[in-house]
């Protein structure tokens, strides 16, 4: 299994352009969720899935788009992008919702927008 | 909502000294805790969960956890450092009536030779 992969693994934007981060898992896990983490601020869940169809907000939202039409996908998008978004972004999954399962993590994805 | 607090943002201890990270945690239900851990340049991995079976945890490389309902704190400890064991540590919760997990802010430990 590869486990949770991401792409691409750096990239940089300018202000107002937009992109998806790609994230997939081959565990066949039902919840899948998107991070950011910042200096300080620890990890900040920005959208999260708790299966194929059905996504939810997270802390901070705002600024990105989600869908989930693949158990194996969870993409995240970046509409119009802002230097307020550089971060690191990570794309976690778990077996199943409401239940104190292990978190896999993928490397990472590092976003520079200028 | 819950949220947890990790005190601490640094944290240095000398090489076989006894590693203290401390987690506090707010929630209205019975919590579902973790800590886990980030190497450089690396995600994230699970040290160890509590889950309400047993209150003292144990989890990988010699780490330990204590539940301690009372004082709503979840503190993670090793007896002995290891130069390895220099990274930054996340405290987390979640329950099973939420489908958010919150982090921490995290703690960078630091191991002096």
């Known amino acids: 299994n590869a486990g949770v992969t991401q792409t691409p693994k750096f990239q940089v934007l300018k202000t107002g352009q937009s992109m998806t981060l790609q994230c997939a898992q081959d565990?066949?896990?039902?919840?899948m969720s998107w991070y950011r983490q910042d200096p300080g601020m620890g990890l900040r869940l920005i959208h999260y899935s708790v299966g194929a169809g059905i996504t939810d907000q997270g802390e901070v939202p705002n600024g990105y788009n989600v869908s989930r039409s693949t158990t194996e996908d969870f993409p995240l998008r970046l509409l119009s992008a802002a230097p307020s978004q550089t971060s690191v972004y990570f794309c976690?999954?778990?077996?199943?919702?409401?239940?104190?399962?292990?978190?896999?993590f993928g490397p990472g994805t590092r976003l520079t927008v200028t | 909502a819950q949220s947890v607090t990790q005190l601490g943002s640094h944290v240095s201890v000398s090489e076989g000294a006894l590693v203290l990270l401390r987690c506090n945690y707010s929630s209205s239900v019975p919590p579902y805790l973790f800590w886990y851990v980030q190497y450089p340049n690396q995600g994230l991995q699970l040290l160890l969960k509590?889950?309400?079976?047993?209150?003292l945890v144990k989890g990988i490389n010699g780490f330990e956890a204590e539940f301690k309902k009372s004082e709503t704190s979840f503190h993670l400890t090793k007896p002995s450092a290891h130069m390895s064991d220099a990274a930054e540590y996340f405290c987390?919760?979640?329950?099973?009536?939420?489908?958010?997990?919150?982090f921490g802010k995290g703690t960078r430990l630091h191991i002096l030779p």
């Open positions: 565990m066949n896990h039902e919840y």
């Open positions: 509590y889950t309400s079976a047993a209150t």
């Open positions: 987390a919760v979640t329950s099973n009536r939420d489908d958010k997990i919150i």
């Open positions: 976690a999954s778990s077996e199943v919702r409401g239940a104190p399962y292990e978190q896999y």
